[in-house]
């Protein structure tokens, strides 16, 4: 699903705004933007048919990756037509649409719904006797009676053209959010229901808004500046990868210079040797063509293997979290046992006792869950205590919103102090000899379980054992991407 980084993400129940539109765009970045931010926050969606059908705004939903067959099924999101709900009787009575938006907030609350999100278009009560007034009147009731007193929030569709400026100051001064160019203005010519059209409590009222502005407002602030904190956390963690990527690789790299040079010397002393040929120095030609070089060799091969892994761990990590999630009802239960089986051998030859709970399902790409379970177990069998009779347990129990899992052993642990450093790039302890491994699977493990919603943390003692859990969401979750 595509990040939401937009004003959106900021509404609450309560906020009635409306859309100054003319061109299409404006129109489908807001109304995607206001129903996908509440779809995923659990609101229930109510769009009101207009300029645009429900077709257009499906097709754009899907695009931004809402599963909208799913979410119609569920009723979540519910497509009208005006003649549903504005205009049963071919005339707009505004206090019967306002009545009928809160029995919708009553069933939402009560089917579970965290509120309710309505976006409808009037443009057709012109058409009425008296339309504009009627429209006038319905913004003063919905902020009077439904906003204040029901979870509900609105956004309400005015395009430019097809009114007259009059009308459209007075849907101005109706709102306190005004949506132009998919941004969310919070609006300093709002007037109140109680003060509306007494001239001088309005301008008292602006006086007051023009005061508050510069104290207190700046809400919608808020999402421009979360993204400039997302990018400095990302801008550092790559300033960490490009310091670890220069000083790992080059460890390697040295050491292919310091033995290269060593060859070439040797090879000056055998041509040397060579050039004045006498058979007392047999030993020392033997030395350098059957030790010193061979050993040189030896080591320079060992250092391009590293770089090698090295390069190739990377690539897995940026395989691992470039690829799209493809999140799906996982059985754990399944994955664990195929997982185990595979490490049949090792848990025989180091007599592990394994243990394995009920595990329950949850949301999430196979693949990648499989992964981080594989690389847990795998560290959990590696990092044992030779010392003790192994015993590893996996288990796992169901939150409100989110399953934990959990992998645990009694093997070497780790000191408190190295408890964060693990989930670095090529971060490696050196506890236990003779351990392989790169440093990477904890990197993307963690990487994998950002990209899921969930999060991955431990409970370890040195020479007692390790205990990593991960929770992922119980739901399918709107925002994986
Ligand atoms: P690798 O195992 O390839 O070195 P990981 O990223 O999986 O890389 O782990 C990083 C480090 O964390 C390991 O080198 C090891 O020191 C420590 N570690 C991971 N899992 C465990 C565990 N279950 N018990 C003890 N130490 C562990």
Known sequence: MKKIVSDFEELQPHDHLCLLYREHEEWKAAITSFLQTGLVENDKCLYISGAYTAQDVKKYLKEVGIDVEK?????????????????????FVPQEMIDFLKQAATQASEEGYNSLRVTGEISWALDYVQ???????????LNEELFSNYSISALCRYHLDKFDPG????????????????????????????????????????????????????????????????????????????????????SPLVNIQGFSKEISNSFTEVKKILAEKDSAQDELLGFYLEEDIPESLSYILKSTNKIDSLLEGLLNLSRSTRNKLQPKKLDINQIVDEIISNFEYKIQEEEVEIKVGDLPVCYGDKEQINRVFSNLLENAIKYLDNDKAAKIKVTGYSEEERVVYSVEDNGIGIAKKDQEKIFTIFSRLDYKDNVQGEGLGLTIIKK??????????????????????????????????
């Open 71 to 91: 979410k119609v099924n569920s009723k979540q999101l519910v497509f009208l037509d005006k003649e549903d709900s504005y205009a049963q009787k071919q005339e």
């Open 131 to 141: 339309g504009e007034e009627k429209i006038i009147e319905y913004e003063l009731g």
């Open 167 to 250: 009308l459209i100051k007075n849907v101005i001064k109706t709102h306190p959010y005004i949506v132009v160019n998919n941004k969310i203005h919070e609006n300093p010519y709002y007037i109140s229901p109680d003060k509306f059209s007494s001239e001088p409590e309005e301008v008292e009222q602006w006086l007051e808004n023009i005061n508050d502005f510069t104290k207190l407002k700046g809400r919608f602030k808020n999402t421009i500046q979360k993204s400039r904190e997302k990018l400095e956390i990302k801008n550092k963690e790559l300033e960490q990868l490009l310091y670890i990527i220069s000083h790992d690789l080059r």
């Open 448 to 481: 994998i379980i950002d990209l899921h919603q969930g999060q991955i943390w431990l409970e370890s003692e040195l020479g007692v054992g390790s205990k990593f859990f991960f929770a992922l969401p119980s739901e399918t979750n709107d925002r994986i991407d």
